[in-house]
Nanobody
Framework: QVQLVESGGGLVQPGGSLRLSCAAS????????MGWYRQAPGKERELVAS???????NYADSVKGRFTISRDNAKNTVYLQMNSLKPEDTAVYYC???????????WGQGTLVTVSS
């Protein structure tokens, strides 16, 4: 069973940057699609960005040009670099993994990002 541990959340001023990390306890990390989702208070969880096993990326329109997802298969880690943060980016951010063979998904516990002056 995949275990995901996020880190890097916190309080940042508008216009600032944060980098989230998600470490996966799995031996075949390169065979997982990895994603970042977020859930703001009173809203549904939404996809922020994803990266395939081959490195192809996909972004929500609201974060294109500001956020960058990347992965380091040697470290079993996926990152989300968030720049030019806005108050509307405030949410709990969750890491997600999905096996390219079985489709089975796993979720991290979430990390809170608060963008406020």
């Amino acid at each position: 069973q995949v275990q995901l541990v996020e880190s890097g959340g916190g309080l940042v001023q508008p216009g600032g940057s944060l980098r989230l990390s998600c470490a996966a306890s799995v031996t075949t990390f390169s065979r997982y699609v990895m994603g970042w989702y977020r859930q703001a208070p009173g809203k549904e969880r939404e996809l922020v960005a994803s990266i395939s096993s081959g490195g192809s990326t996909n972004y929500a329109d609201s974060v294109k040009g500001r956020f960058t997802i990347s992965r380091d298969n040697a470290k079993n880690t996926v990152y989300l670099q968030m720049n030019s943060l806005k108050p509307e980016d405030t949410a709990v951010y969750y890491c997600n993994s999905r096996s390219i063979f079985t489709g089975v998904e796993a979720w991290g516990q979430g990390t809170l990002v608060t963008v406020s002056s």
